[in-house]
C-alpha cells in the first residue's frame, strides 16, 4: 500500500514526488516516457537550449556594437541540436537521483485506475496493481492540432513542438500556424539562424493573453529581423508544403516552407486513464466539451483522496503552475492547510528580447472595470540594461490600482526580464503597494531596478 500514487512525471508529477518523498510519504510514480514530462523533453528546456546557442550565434554576429570582432561567425546545426540532447538527458538524469534520494519508486509503464475501494484506490502498469491511498493525475497535455484539410497528406512536412525539436536539418523557410508562446520561440530561433519565417495568426496580435502593447513591440522587433506576420488570417487547409488562408479582406493567399509548425494550442491528456468509470467531473468549454479534470482550490477533484495538478486540469498550462499545483495537493494530503492562487502566475517569452508578465494586463483591468492607473519607461533607465544591450528596446509597465495604490500588474519586454519578473510576482502575491514597493532596496547597477524606477514616475 502506498501512500501517495502518481500518473505523470512531468513538472506537476516530479515536484509533487520529492515533495511527499521528504514529508516520508510512501510514494510511486508513473511515466510512460522519460521523467520531466514534455516541459523538459520536448518544450521548456530544450526550446531554451536552442534559444541560447542563436543568442550566442547572434552575439558573435553583432559583437562589433561591444567592441568584439568575430571572423565570419557560422555555427554547425547538428551540434546546436546535440548539445540540446545532451542537456535534456542530464536533467533527466538528475530527476532519476532525486527520485531514487527521496525515496521514491518509479515505475516506467501507462498507468491506469482499475477502481476504488475502501482500502485505497487501485491503477495498472506493466502488468502490475498498484494500491494507494491517495491518487494524483498528473498527465500533462499534447499540441492541439486541427483537422485542417490536406494535413495528413502533407506527411512529415507538418511538425508540432516535439518533431521540429527532432529535426537534424534547418530549414530554409517555415511556416508558423499561430503566433503564440511557441509559434513566437521557435519563429525566434529559425530567423536568427537565418531561415525564412512566416507566422500566420487567426488574431490580430501575436502572443494572445500577453500586454497589447508589449507583443506589438515585439511583432515590430520581428518584422525588422524579416519574419512575415500575417495576422487576422484563417487557415483554410495545407496543400503539401504550403497553407492556404484567407486573409481580413477574404483573400485567399498561399504560404509554403520546407516545414510548417502547427502552433495553436495544447489539449489535455485525461483520454484512457479510466477517470470516467472513477466517476471524475471534468471542467467544460463553452460548447460543454471536457476540456480538463475539474479541482477546487485544494487541487481536488469530485472523488475523494483523487487530485490533479498541471495541464490535465486545462487551466494554466505551464510548468512552473503544474509545480505548485502538485505543492498544494501535498499540503493537503499531508494535512496542511494550503490553497491555489493564479494571481501571481507569472508568464515568459524566452525571445531576444525576452518578454515577461504578472498578473492584470492594461486590457484585463480595463474589461475587469477596475480603476487604475499604468505607469512605465524605457528599459533604458535601467544603467546595467544599457550596458549590455546595445541598441536594445525595452520597456516596463506597472498596473496599479488608483484607490490603495496595489500592484496589479507587471509587464515587461526587454533581456533579462526572466529573471527579474520574480519580484513583481513578490510584490502581487503579497499584496504590496506602490510605496512598499519604492522602499525595496534593489542591488545596483541591475536591469531589476527597473521595476523600482518605473514605480517611482507615478504621479
Do not use: W
Not at 477533484?301 to 495537493?329: C, K, Q, W
Not at 474589461?367 to 549590455?388: C, H, I, N, Q
Amino acid at each position: 500500500m502506498y501512500d501517495l500514487a502518481i500518473i505523470g512525471g512531468g513538472p506537476g508529477g516530479y515536484v509533487a514526488a520529492e515533495r511527499a518523498g521528504a514529508a516520508g510519504l510512501k510514494t510511486v510514480i508513473f511515466e510512460k516516457k522519460s521523467l520531466g514530462g514534455v516541459c523538459l523533453n520536448e518544450g521548456c528546456i530544450p526550446t531554451k537550449t536552442l534559444l541560447y546557442s542563436a543568442k550566442v550565434y547572434n552575439y558573435a554576429v553583432t559583437g562589433d556594437h561591444y567592441g568584439v570582432y568575430v571572423k565570419e561567425p557560422s555555427f554547425q546545426y547538428g551540434e546546436i541540436v546535440d548539445r540540446k540532447d545532451k542537456v535534456v538527458k542530464k536533467l533527466v538524469g538528475g530527476i532519476k537521483a532525486a527520485m531514487k534520494g527521496f525515496k521514491v519508486e518509479v515505475v516506467n509503464a501507462e498507468a491506469k485506475v482499475t477502481g476504488r475501494s475502501a482500502e485505497g484506490i487501485a491503477i495498472s502498469a506493466d502488468g502490475k496493481e498498484f494500491l494507494a491511498r491517495n491518487l494524483l493525475l498528473c498527465t500533462g497535455s499534447e499540441a492541439a492540432v486541427p483537422p485542417f484539410p490536406g494535413l495528413k497528406e502533407a506527411g512529415d512536412v507538418i511538425v508540432t513542438n516535439r518533431e521540429i525539436l527532432a529535426l537534424r536539418e534547418q530549414p530554409k523557410e517555415l511556416v508558423v500556424i499561430g503566433g503564440g508562446v511557441i509559434g513566437m520561440e521557435f519563429a525566434a530561433f529559425y530567423n536568427t539562424l537565418g531561415t525564412k519565417v512566416t507566422v500566420v495568426e487567426m488574431l490580430p496580435k501575436i502572443l494572445g493573453p500577453l500586454d497589447d502593447e508589449i507583443s506589438a513591440m515585439l511583432q515590430k522587433v520581428y518584422a525588422k529581423r524579416g519574419v512575415n506576420f500575417c495576422l487576422k488570417c484563417k487557415v483554410t487547409g495545407i496543400e503539401g508544403n504550403t497553407v492556404v488562408y484567407e486573409d481580413p479582406e477574404g483573400k485567399v493567399c498561399r504560404v509554403s516552407g520546407d516545414k510548417i509548425l502547427v502552433s495553436v494550442g495544447r489539449r489535455a491528456n485525461f483520454k484512457g486513464l479510466g477517470l470516467e468509470e472513477l466517476g471524475v467531473e471534468f471542467a467544460l468549454n463553452p460548447a460543454g466539451r471536457p476540456v480538463g479534470v475539474k479541482v477546487d482550490s485544494k487541487m481536488r477533484t469530485n472523488i475523494p483522496n483523487v487530485y490533479a495538478a498541471g495541464d490535465i486540469t486545462g487551466f494554466s498550462m505551464l510548468a512552473h503552475t503544474a509545480s505548485r499545483e502538485g505543492e498544494v495537493a501535498v499540503n493537503n494530503i499531508l494535512g496542511k492547510e494550503d490553497h491555489m492562487r493564479y494571481e501571481a502566475i507569472p508568464g515568459v517569452v524566452y525571445t531576444n528580447p525576452e518578454v515577461a508578465g504578472v498578473g492584470l494586463t492594461e486590457e484585463q483591468a480595463k474589461a475587469s472595470g477596475k480603476d487604475f492607473t499604468v505607469v512605465k519607461l524605457p528599459m533604458a533607465y535601467a544603467g546595467r540594461f544599457v550596458a549590455e544591450n546595445e541598441g536594445g528596446e525595452g520597456i516596463c509597465k506597472i498596473i496599479v490600482g488608483k484607490k490603495y495604490h496595489e500592484v496589479l500588474g507587471v509587464h515587461m519586454l526587454g533581456n533579462p526580464c526572466s529573471e527579474i519578473i520574480h519580484s513583481a510576482c513578490i510584490a502581487i502575491e503579497t499584496e504590496m503597494t506602490l510605496e512598499q514597493l519604492k522602499e525595496v532596496v534593489f542591488p545596483h547597477p541591475t536591469v531589476s531596478e527597473i521595476i523600482k524606477e518605473t514605480a517611482f514616475t507615478i504621479k
